[in-house]
């Protein structure tokens, strides 16, 4: 392993979360730092999740479409 950064990247699934991997700092609309606990994260799209920013599978049962 290096101490080089993990490039990040931000990845779409149809109908569900935006997957977030790599190096990047994670702040809420007030600019509070938001702690990560994992290396891939999952944040939610459809606006129900009830542990916002990260996504709890609330997409599921709700019907949520994404545009893609």
Do not use: N, W, Y
């Not at 490039?7 to 991997?21: E, H, S, W």
């Not at 994260?41 to 049962?61: E, N, Q, V, W, Y």
């Amino acid at each position: 392993m290096t101490d080089r950064a993990e490039a990040p990247t931000i990845t779409a699934c149809t109908d569900g979360p935006l997957l977030v991997r790599g190096d990047v700092d994670l702040q809420s609309a007030a600019g509070r730092p938001i702690e990560r606990h994992r290396r891939t994260i999952a944040l939610c799209r459809c606006g129900l999740s009830s542990i916002k920013p990260f996504c709890d599978g609330a997409h599921k049962t709700s019907g949520f479409r994404s545009d893609d």
